[in-house]
Nanobody, 124 residues
Framework: QVQLVESGGGLVQAGGSLRLSCAAS????????MAWFRQVPGEEREIVSA????????YYADFVKGRFTISRDNAKNTVYLQMNRLKPEDTAVYCC?????????????????WGQGTQVTVSS
């Protein structure tokens, strides 16, 4: 059974930091591109960041560039999102997602395995 389980969310003041983790099981993690998405109730889900198998290719949405860092540890089947200089507008449910990739890259529209998400709330 394929499972993605996020952790690390919580309440933080503006300017603070959080580190999200997503532990994967039931799949060959090192063959999957991984990504973080976020969603606010009533709004569309948006991609935050993505990373290829090896970590050599990464993507960041413009609104997190320079503040967030995605990384992965294939030995631990885990992908991380380090979030610094958080803003109130970063408040959302953050979900990780996986996409079986045949090359060491990512396809922003290809993610089809989802975790349940973890709430991030940034107070002003």
């Amino acid at each position: 059974q394929v499972q993605l389980v996020e952790s690390g969310g919580g309440l933080v003041q503006a300017g603070g930091s959080l580190r999200l983790s997503c532990a994967a099981s039931g799949l060959t993690f090192s063959r999957y591109a991984m990504a973080w998405f976020r969603q606010v109730p009533g709004e569309e889900r948006e991609i935050v960041s993505a990373i290829s198998w090896s970590g050599s290719a990464t993507y960041y949405a413009d609104f997190v560039k320079g503040r967030f860092t995605i990384s992965r540890d294939n030995a631990k089947n885990t992908v991380y999102l380090q979030m610094n200089r958080l803003k109130p507008e970063d408040t959302a449910v953050y979900c990780c997602a996986a996409d079986l990739a045949f090359v060491d890259n990512y396809s922003l529209g290809g993610f089809d395995i989802w975790g349940q998400g973890t709430q991030v709330t940034v107070s002003s």
